[in-house]
């Protein structure tokens, strides 16, 4: 580093993001140790403490200046960390103009859009950048003193939460070890990083909380506190922001008397009010969701009142429901069948009855015309409208607003809502009630067009971000291609389901399916040449698979809708829109797309609130024949709930049993229900579906004998435990990890039902024998090795040494005796790949003629080899010889 002409001149200088935090710190300081003679820029940091510990403990230690002070002409390398985001370095933003300019990352966030590139980029998804460039210290031998050891260890204990954020990885904690080691202070890490409110906010957050009182004003729940202090509270705004999101509150105003000033401060998170213009009569200010004003000469008590009275002016009812209703109200009876159903929709002319018992006046919920004439399509007209109402219904008063009539016909996808007072049905409210009313008002409500379109039933929401953050550059590339290609081809393209409901849930995601609306063939054909790949269609479904050279699959789908002649059969399939290829799907959570086109690139949509059942976490179908017409459904439905820890809806579950009870799997193919048992057995941890599955009496779909008894169950268990244990060998030998839980499931059948049940399910002719011939001489064998005296390592290996990996877990799952389920993994681990290096062409050359003695003598080799006596090809030889003099098979 030199000066010239008041100007300093830096061959490298290092930089990080504005508002730095202590990792960004601690990073600038880390790369100063691998960029020697670099000059480091300080993009400053609005956080107190730590620019107070920055500038008045730490800054000897950096080789600082400032922007201005340097002749950028002169550098020729730039070094930024925790950040590749070119608008977070405003600061350098002259010397990234530079076209010679050689730039170095080193970053854990995501890629994003607008990110600078680099000749040199470590990226790397650990908890902290300073973790990453500590690595690299290490790896240099570069060893920091212990003052910027300190230093170090607090970005990365701030950026990892101490270690508790999820994105915290080894790397954070063996780095922090390496800090440690030299010589880092944790008494001052814990000092900077720990950040505890202050002892007197929380008293006054306490107070706030203590004094508040809720005040119901037109259908609004409106929260207030009134506190007093004598003198100023620090950071007041901080703590009303902090009782909003412990108490979740929709609307808050803390009145706080400070002094001999009255202090107003309001947070709303509600389109209809608008704080701002409430404190205006206060001659205070803000905006609809924030505002705050100061009071001089007037009472808290004063204060409040006018508060209070101006909340009840302001906010006003937007409607009442005995203006929307209709009256009188048509029911039914749940008893009724729903060919009566069918006959008094058209009667009336209408498209839902309340049901309604008629002995007890008793609202249960109600039935759709949709629903109806779906168990009139498939011969359940004489199955009572209780087997298939809605039941997950709400009701409201007469005097009801429009925000609580929102919330249950909207946000709770009801398709009628009764008003009742004092346990009499007054009328009835629809949707299109509801949107009728809010169109006629769209003024008056001051709803943009978006707003609208929310509550007609499709939410859109844009998560562009969260493909950039969530998924790898192939996969990111390759949806932009396939936008890119159906905007050319005039096409609307849609990636979907499963794909989308495990990125909102930051899952791994696997399978690429895309919608197209069009033709997805042609789509595909046009893709493919594009692209270099291979395209197997289906013109019967209308749909294709793309393959890659390395055998990357995407799923390419014209958008259809499908319907089905009788319950059971395969879907009969048609062309349609997005709307109705997503209202096809099994359940809500899977019926969300990302459109791709590249004007509305990462634009998520939601036609049947599956984002909201996601964050629920409840699996619902979307109508309420779903497992009628698709009975596979039903262990979908319980395949999904174990594996995402998700509930199954109140109706959902209904269906269940009534698809059970009227016997929906009569028709159904029993190689679909193998295919739906064998998905659930695969995943790590089946035992609580197949509990669901007893629940629901599905294990009688499977053969009426089959029952599942506590011994079933620790059985299971200790599959369970075998195959953990066996995912942690790491062998990454292949087997049908179902098959074990399988073979458990009918363990205790005999062989009668077992042959049964493999007829029932069409299990092909080769996985028959699996379950059958094969397991009972593997409960043969364990149970000889069980009821024998005594046995040896040679006996252990010649009993298992025929049985393939599942036999050999199931036997060690189903064992009571531990002694012999270790001497089996000490089989499996260690013998069983135990073989003779001499062959029968070996035994030729000593003399001795083909026959059955060379299996014996090679049998005996592998005998001596798993007692350690042989371990070299001359010792196995030099065996043989002996052995076959021994019983004179040679001279």
Same mark, same amino acid.
């Given at each position: 580093m030199a000066k010239k002409n008041r100007f300093i001149t830096a061959d490298t200088i290092i930089t990080s993001h504005v508002n730095a935090d202590f990792d960004a710190i601690a990073a600038m300081l880390a790369a100063q140790k691998l960029y020697p003679d670099s000059v480091i820029i300080f993009p400053g940091s609005q956080e107190k403490n730590l620019r107070d510990f920055f500038i008045s403990a730490t800054s000897y230690l950096f080789n600082m200046a400032e922007p201005s002070s340097i002749d950028f002409s002169a550098t020729r390398r730039l070094v930024v960390v925790?950040?590749?985001?070119?608008?977070?370095?405003?600061?350098? =933003?002259?010397?990234? $103009?530079?076209?010679?300019?050689?730039?170095? *990352?080193?970053?854990?966030?995501? +890629?994003?859009?607008?990110?600078?590139?680099?000749?040199? $980029?470590? *990226?790397?998804?650990?908890?902290?950048t300073t973790a990453i460039l500590c690595r690299i210290m290490q790896e240099k031998n570069i060893r920091p003193s212990p003052e910027e050891a300190t230093i170090m260890a607090m970005g990365i204990y701030e950026d990892t939460g101490l270690f508790t954020y999820t994105s915290t990885t080894t790397q954070d904690f063996e780095q922090a070890g390496f800090l440690l080691s030299a010589g880092a202070s944790l008494e001052t890490v814990v000092q900077m990083v720990v950040k505890e409110i202050k002892s007197e906010q929380v008293a006054w957050l306490n107070e706030l909380l203590n004094e508040m009182n809720m005040h119901k004003i037109n259908g609004m729940d409106i929260h207030v506190s009134v506190i007093s202090s004598p003198s100023y509270i620090t950071d007041l705004a901080t703590i009303v922001q902090k009782v909003v999101r412990m108490e979740n509150l929709d609307i808050f105003f803390a009145v706080v008397l400070m002094g001999n000033k009255i202090h107003i401060?309001? !947070?709303?998170?509600?389109?209809?009010?608008?704080?701002? &213009?409430?404190?205006?009569? /206060?001659?205070?200010?803000?905006?609809?969701?924030?505002?705050?004003? &100061?009071? @001089?000469?007037?009472?808290?008590?004063?204060?409040?009142?006018?508060?209070?009275?101006?909340?009840? &002016?302001?906010?006003?009812?937007?409607?009442?429901?005995?203006?929307?209703?209709?009256? +009188?109200?048509?029911?039914?009876?749940?008893?009724?069948?729903?060919? $009566? =159903?069918?006959?008094?929709?058209?009667?009336?002319n209408i498209n839902t009855l309340l049901v309604v018992d008629p002995e007890q006046n008793i609202y249960q919920g109600y039935i759709s015309r949709q629903i109806v004439e779906k168990a009139l399509f498939h011969q359940l007209s004489h199955l009572p409208v209780e087997d298939y109402m809605n039941v997950e219904t709400g009701s409201v008063g007469s005097d009801a607003d429009v925000s609580q009539i929102e919330t249950i016909l909207i946000e709770g996808k009801n398709r009628i809502l009764p008003v009742i007072d004092n346990g009499q049905i007054r009328g009835v409210i629809t949707r299109s009630d509801l949107l009728n009313y809010l169109v006629q008002h769209n003024k008056a409500l001051n709803r943009n067009e978006t707003e609208l379109g929310i509550r007609r039933n499709v939410k859109k929401r844009q998560i562009e971000n969260i493909l950039y953050q969530r998924l790898d550059t192939r996969t990111r590339e390759l949806l932009e291609n396939i936008g890119r290609i159906g905007h050319e081809l005039s096409y609307n393209t849609y990636v979907v389901g499963g794909f989308v409901r495990d990125l909102l849930l930051s899952r791994p995601v696997e399978d690429v399916d895309i919608v197209v609306e069009g033709d997805g063939i042609a789509f595909a054909r046009v893709y493919a040449q594009n692209e270099g790949c291979r395209v197997n269609t289906f013109k019967k479904f209308g749909t294709a698979v793309i393959i890659y050279p390395d055998n990357f699959k995407i799923d390419v789908a014209s958008a259809r809708l499908e319907y089905y002649q009788t319950p059971a059969a395969l879907p009969i399939v048609e062309k349609?829109?997005?709307?109705?290829?997503?209202? !096809?799907?099994?359940?809500?959570?899977?019926?969300?797309?990302?459109?791709?086109?590249? #004007?509305?690139?990462?634009?998520?949509? @939601?036609?049947?609130? =599956?984002?909201?059942?996601?964050?629920?976490?409840?699996? !619902?179908?979307?109508?309420?024949?779903?497992?009628? $017409? @698709?009975?596979?459904?039903? /262990?979908? =439905?319980?395949?999904?709930?174990? !594996? /995402?820890?998700?509930?199954?809806?109140?109706?959902?579950?209904?269906?269940?049993?009534?698809?059970?009870?009227i016997d929906c799997f009569k028709n159904l193919s029993g190689l679909r229900v193998l295919n739906e048992l064998k998905q659930i057995f695969e995943e790590d941890n089946p035992i609580p579906a197949i509990k669901s599955l007893e629940s629901y009496g599905l294990e009688k779909v499977i053969h009426p004998n089959l029952d599942i008894i506590p011994k079933t169950y620790q059985l299971l268990e200790s599959v369970n435990k075998i195959?953990?244990?066996? #995912?942690?060998?790491?062998?990454?030998? +292949?087997?049908?990890?179902?098959?074990?839980y399988f073979m458990a499931l009918l363990n205790r059948c005999s062989y009668t039902v077992s042959k049964e049940i493999c007829a029932r399910l069409n299990v092909p002719l080769k996985e028959r024998d699996l379950f059958l011939a094969r397991r009972y001489t593997a409960e043969k064998k364990l149970s000889m090795i069980e009821t024998s005296d005594g046995y040896t390592k040679q006996e252990i290996y010649w009993v298992l040494i025929h049985f393939k990996t599942e036999y050999i877990l199931y036997m060690m799952a189903l064992t009571g005796n531990e002694k012999i389920r270790k001497d089996i993994s000490n089989f499996y681990t260690r013998h069983r790949k135990i073989q003779p290096v001499i062959k029968g062409k070996d035994l030729l050359e000593l003399g001795l003629k083909p026959g059955p003695v060379f299996t014996r003598i090679l049998n005996q080799v592998v005998n001596a080899k798993l007692d350690n006596r042989l371990k070299t090809r001359k010792e196995e030889l030099d065996f043989a010889v002996q052995y076959a003099r021994t019983h004179k098979l040679i001279d």
């Open positions: 925790d950040t590749r985001q070119k608008n977070r370095l405003p600061h350098v =933003a002259r010397l990234l $103009e530079k076209t010679d300019l050689v730039i170095h *990352i080193y970053d854990h966030h995501p +890629p994003m859009k607008g990110d600078v590139k680099g000749e040199i $980029e470590v *990226i790397e998804m650990t908890g902290s401060i309001a !947070r709303n998170r509600l389109p209809e009010v608008d704080v701002g &213009k409430i404190l205006g009569h /206060f001659n205070g200010g803000g905006h609809p969701y924030a505002a705050s004003a &100061k009071v @001089d000469q007037q009472t808290l008590a004063q204060v409040e009142f006018r508060l209070i009275e101006l909340l009840q &002016k302001e906010i006003k009812t937007i409607q009442i429901a005995k203006n929307l209703m209709s009256s +009188p109200a048509i029911t039914i009876s749940p008893r009724n069948s729903c060919k $009566e =159903a069918g006959s008094k929709m058209t009667q009336y349609s829109s997005i709307k109705r290829d997503l209202a !096809r799907r099994d359940f809500t959570i899977n019926t969300l797309a990302i459109s791709l086109n590249p #004007d509305n690139f990462g634009t998520m949509i @939601d036609y049947f609130g =599956a984002n909201r059942d996601l964050k629920d976490k409840t699996i !619902r179908t979307i109508h309420n024949l779903s497992f009628v $017409e @698709d009975p596979t459904r039903i /262990f979908r =439905a319980i395949k999904f709930s174990n !594996r /995402f820890g998700f509930n199954i809806g109140k109706v959902t579950s209904n269906l269940i049993k009534n698809a059970v009870k195959l953990s244990w066996h #995912d942690l060998l790491y062998t990454n030998e +292949p087997y049908p990890r179902w098959s074990v």
